[in-house]
């Protein structure tokens, strides 16, 4: 009989190709995946340090754990990826039920820990692969780097699997080493993958349906690759050649961005190639140079402005957005303004706000103190939110009666929760009740410039590229209606002041 595997994924998206991987993996070892925790025989948490939030879920998840541990010993419990990776043995003390640990740059020994736990039985040893502790970085780095590029390969890719979008990677771990970030120690420097494994994946993906592709890397578009001749494959290229070599990929993204990295030959790819999207998460974090030098983010504000302005400047219809910490050690109110300047002047589509808490592991916690009240944080957090919003709102705004092309992710959840709580919905941006025809409902998606869109059609457009005409738009999202199958195919693309077709 095959054990049953419930596995947990937090924070960021390559948290979730991780899980996807190592899924794959264990499936391949005679594992079967299941939603019912209780019923587990290997409970995993892939877990997230960045933010305060994701940990403490996952501290909670342990301890609720704990009872079910004592009433079936032979219950395997692991936590795998960045907090694994950064409180290492420690986390044993604080969760003695917990018996596996493994970072995320050691996933390709997973199936091997799980394995061991498992036949080893109630007394088992605990199995740990963690960076930290085996040094990677030294003479054994060629090996791990290979081993990890075939846990990456080994992913199994089929047309039963019905998905529209995937992740595939690009790069793994970080240089970079911003102050208040543990992603440097927790996945280890960056490390490129050879571009044709990339490429052949992305074939293999769009082979069997899948619509759109987001490259990943910590700093996606660093990416670079040494051959043995001595050539080398730039981010530009890359995209260059994906775009080439799987024409039938309609959509290609990658995130996330690091400004200071942007070239402008990067930037001519995306312009150059159709079917890539004109969207940038590039995170500016902070609009002070004084902020953004303790942050150690290696770029000035007027740089970021630069790389703003040469994007539109390539092409106007690109959207951008953002990322910002507010109450970071030492800001002021002046520092604060010039992020909410920022903020005005950019023009992000969406801006992902973040107060600040010093995170163990992390520069920041050691070299400076938390001083800018909680009250101080909640207030700048909400204005440059206000701030935000309004300028979303604006830009949304824009696409009213414009047809935008979009990519069905499914039918919308706040319906499905209306739905299920009420027996009734209520569609559109006016929140009016709306009579549906018996096959439809309210479906969200996605347009090239990463918007949420809503709209009114059938379940059976999940995953499929359709038009909808916009009428209704608010900060977040725009609504609109289904063009059907006589849409145009030329669509509209968000901007910041004109309109261009641009065609994914
Ligand atoms: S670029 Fe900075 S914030 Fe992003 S993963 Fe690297 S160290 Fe962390």
Not at 317 to 325: K, L, P, T
Not at 368 to 373: A, G, K
Not at 419 to 433: D, F, H, I, M, Q
Not at 443 to 469: A, C, E, I, N
Request: aromatic share 6%.
């Amino acid at each position: 009989m095959k054990r049953k595997l419930y596995l947990e994924t937090f924070g960021c998206q390559m948290n979730v190709l991780d899980s996807e991987l190592v899924l794959g993996q264990l499936r391949a070892h005679g594992y079967e995946s299941t939603e019912d925790r209780d019923r587990a025989d290997v409970i995993l948490y892939n877990t997230c340090s960045v933010r305060e939030h994701a940990e403490q879920k996952v501290w909670s998840r342990l301890g609720e754990l704990r009872p079910q541990k004592q009433q079936r010993p032979e219950l395997v419990i692991g936590v795998i990826g960045c907090m694994a990776e950064r409180d290492g043995v420690d986390l044993f003390r604080r969760y003695p039920h917990v018996d596996l640990l493994c970072g995320p740059g050691e996933l390709d020994k997973l199936t091997q820990l799980v394995h061991n736990a498992v036949v080893t039985g109630s007394d088992r040893p605990r199995q740990t692969a963690l960076m930290g502790s085996n040094t990677r970085r030294s003479a054994t780095l060629a090996a791990a780097e290979d081993n990890l590029e075939l846990l990456d390969l080994s992913r199994s890719i089929n047309s039963e699997d019905d998905v529209a979008q995937a992740y595939v990677r690009i790069t793994r771990g970080c240089n970079k080493f911003c102050s208040y970030c543990v992603v440097p120690y927790t996945r280890g420097p960056e490390v490129h993958r050879p571009p044709q494994n990339i490429i052949d994946e992305v074939k293999r993906l769009a082979d069997v349906g899948v619509r759109e592709v987001t490259l990943l890397g910590q700093t996606v578009n660093h990416y670079h690759f040494r051959h043995d001749d001595g050539r080398q494959t730039t981010f530009a290229q890359l995209l260059y050649d994906i775009h080439e070599a799987v024409p039938h990929l309609p959509r290609l993204r990658f995130v996330t961005s690091f400004p200071r990295d942007f070239t402008n030959e990067a930037l001519a790819a995306m312009r150059d190639c159709p079917r890539i999207c004109r969207y940038l998460h590039a995170p500016a974090q902070h609009g002070s140079d004084r902020i953004l030098k303790s942050m150690n983010r290696g770029y000035t504000a007027g740089q970021y402005y630069d790389f703003v302005d040469r994007a539109r400047e390539m092409m106007s219809d690109i959207s951008i957005a953002s990322d910002f910490i507010v109450g970071f050690p030492g800001e002021t109110e002046d520092d604060f303004e010039l992020t909410m300047e920022m903020v005005r002047r950019c023009r992000f589509k969406n801006s992902f706000i973040f107060k600040y808490s010093p995170r163990p592991g992390t520069v920041a916690i050691d070299r400076f103190v938390d001083d800018v009240s909680d009250a101080d944080k909640r207030s700048r957090n909400n204005r440059l939110l206000a701030v935000q919003q309004e300028v979303s709102e604006s830009i949304n705004r824009q696409m009213i009666d414009q047809t935008v092309r979009v990519l069905v992710e499914g039918e919308s959840k706040l319906v499905s929760r209306q739905a299920a709580n009420t027996g009734k919905v209520e569609l559109g941006w006016e929140k009016r009740p709306v009579a549906l025809a018996a096959d439809e409902t309210q479906m969200v998606g996605r347009t090239p410039g990463d918007q949420v869109v809503v709209f009114s059609g059938p379940l059976s457009l999940k995953g499929q590229l359709v038009d909808v005409r916009i009428n209704g738009a608010k900060n977040l999202t725009l609504f609109g209606e289904y063009c059907g199958s006589k849409s145009p195919r030329q669509t509209s693309s968000i901007t910041a002041g004109s309109t261009i077709a641009h065609s994914v």
